[in-house]
């Protein structure tokens, strides 16, 4: 009876198909794609392409143009077929259509026509739609049972569990110390090892056999959870998701695609001049900066408008704050001393004067009356000099229209001479100060750019170079044409400067190219309308935020130039 349970159960096991791998074949027709098994059909045409996909029931049609992969909105999309009434899509979403019919619910494969107007652009594009068989699991080949290590780790411990039990329970000879009489009255029983070892191998089949039948998830491969929803759940949650094939190519499905932006541009050959990349340094321009310096010793005092701060507009003129001059006691001394004497002579002065206006006429020369006068005039200015300075006040003025940038200014703040009080910038004007190599001739730049940290771009002038070197290094100044919002002075920039002969490559924008896991640099082309395949490039700095590729890519294939650091981490 053992036997014949064992038997019923191998043949179960090897009718059972829960060995599912993760490339197994789901019957005829339905061969593992890149789309996840979801059905679906693409079609690239002149200037339009399109994907068909089924969801939920409904054909979702995804529409853009063919070179920009930018989604094409209000078209209208005709669908028709063979025993396929023609049915027009309707707008779902931006380049997104749907089609509600029976038949997309229904097996087999179904040759369609689409018929695209979009704006003046008309195209006839078409393709197969393979909805699948009937049948969608075949049953597993014995080879596939054997190459499965799982099953001889538990074939090998049955055969252990087998042997341990046919041990224990084997048949054993009369105890020791029996009377021979009684051993030849009754008859001794036969030994039999071989029926024990053979109910052991039994044992061992059944338990195999049950382990294989048993129903197991773990057995399934990635993407085979035939769970809740079936194979229905995956094209209800969008039918396919983004990840690498195994030659290295990305499958990106449409409504991953517009989520993240990606954009392709036809590449094209041109002849430009590369460039060099320099670091570089905002400065203010020589023209328009001022500085504000301390004349003498003194103490700052606040003004009618108080005290300038940094970020104030000002203009050539304004007064920023007053100085009040402080004096040493010695020279105070000796300030106090010439003053009294310049007071003793002002008052002799003056009697002197007293005296000759009095006896004027024959006795006194008109000439010795103004020698009195002017030197009594002298004397009174010299007072005027010395007098105490305690409530005389020096303007601290802006000597430029711009912005406040430094101000080391307190109100009661004791200064020395030539302590630098204020500067003043105008951020409409400003320089870059780049560092260039000491053997390169600079004087042929025919064009330059600043980039940014954030990748913002724009053009600046080349002034002139420093005819001295500086730590070996050669100083060029270029000024900026087109201020930044986000230029400020003292921050660090990238200058790409062209000059040199042409070459011959393809312009991109510098977002295109990104670092591949070996650390090289590499562009992503699109190959399908959902497949993108990694190309190595060799490239050279261009102006502004675009690069010059030399080598790697063919013109006319579609690069991306948007996204392409999310496709980059597709796995």
Do not use: C
Not at 76 to 91: F, N, R
Not at 289 to 303: F, K, S
Not at 439 to 463: C, M, N, W
Not at 481 to 490: E, N, Q
């Amino acid at each position: 009876m053992l036997r014949l349970y064992t038997i019923a159960l191998l043949i179960a096991a090897w009718a059972h198909p829960a060995w599912a791998g993760a490339d197994h074949d789901h019957g005829p027709g339905s061969a593992p794609s890149s789309s996840m098994e979801v059905p679906r059909l693409e079609s690239v045409g002149t200037e339009l392409e399109l994907v068909a996909v089924v969801m939920d029931g409904e054909l979702v049609i995804y529409l853009d143009e063919s070179a920009t992969n930018a989604p094409v909105d209000d078209a209208t999309i005709e669908v028709s077929g063979d025993d396929i009434p023609a049915t027009a899509a309707k707008q779902t979403d931006s380049g997104t259509y749907s089609l509600d019919a029976e038949w997309v619910s229904s097996k087999g494969t179904k040759a369609l026509t689409f018929v695209v107007a979009a704006g003046d652009t008309v195209e006839l594009l078409n393709g197969t739609l393979d909805l699948g068989t009937a049948d969608e699991h075949s049953v597993a080949q014995s080879s596939s049972l054997l190459t499965r290590p799982l099953l001889w780790i538990i074939t090998g411990i049955a055969a252990l569990f087998g042997f341990l039990l046919a041990f224990a329970f084997r048949p054993v000879g009369p105890p020791p110390g029996r009377i021979e009489d009684e051993s030849a009255a009754r008859p001794r029983p036969k030994l039999d090892v071989v029926s024990s070892e053979k109910h052991a191998a039994h044992l061992v089949v059944l338990v195999v056999a049950l382990a294989t039948i048993a129903p197991n998830h773990a057995f399934a491969g990635a993407g085979h959870d035939h769970g809740p929803g079936g194979h229905d759940e995956p094209a209800s949650s969008g039918g396919y998701i983004p990840h690498k094939l195994p030659d290295g190519d990305v499958f990106l499905p449409k409504p991953s695609q517009r989520l993240l932006n990606v954009r392709t541009t036809v590449a094209k050959a041109t002849n430009t001049r590369t460039g060099e990349e320099l670091i570089g340094t905002v400065i203010a321009d020589p023209a328009s900066e001022g500085r504000v310096q301390a004349p003498m010793d003194g103490e700052i005092e606040l003004g009618e408008a108080g005290v300038a701060f940094v970020g104030e507009r000002v203009k050539a003129g304004d007064v920023l704050a007053y100085l009040a001059p402080s004096m040493p006691v010695y020279e105070r001394g000796y300030l106090e001393q010439l003053t009294a004497e310049v007071d003793g002579k002002l008052r002799i002065a003056e009697q002197r004067l007293k005296r000759l206006q009095g006896v004027r006429g024959s006795f006194v020369a008109q000439k010795d009356i103004d020698d009195t006068l002017a030197e009594l005039a002298a004397l009174r200015e010299q007072k005027r000099v010395l007098e105490p300075k305690s409530g005389q006040r020096i303007a601290l003025k802006a000597p430029v229209n711009g912005i406040i940038s430094v101000a080391n200014v307190r109100a009661g703040q004791v200064l020395n001479a030539r302590d630098t009080l204020f500067e003043i910038v105008d951020p409409e004007r400003l320089w870059i100060e780049a560092i260039g190599l000491s053997g390169r001739d600079y004087d042929e730049i025919t064009a330059a750019h600043a980039v940014l940290s954030q990748g913002q771009s724009f053009p600046i002038k080349h002034v002139g170079s420093a005819p001295a070197l500086r730590h070996q290094a050669r100083s060029l100044f270029f000024e900026v044409t087109t201020p930044a919002a986000a230029l400020a002075i003292g921050s660090k920039v990238r200058v790409v400067v062209q000059s040199g002969a042409p070459v011959n490559g393809i312009v991109l924008p510098e977002a295109a190219v990104v670092r591949g896991t070996n650390g090289l640099a590499q562009i992503w082309v699109k190959v399908g309308a959902e497949r993108f395949q990694p190309k190595a490039v060799k490239t050279e700095p261009l102006g502004g935020a675009d690069v010059l590729v030399t080598a790697g890519v063919e013109t006319g294939s579609r690069v991306v130039v948007s996204g392409s650091e999310f496709v980059n981490q597709v796995r």
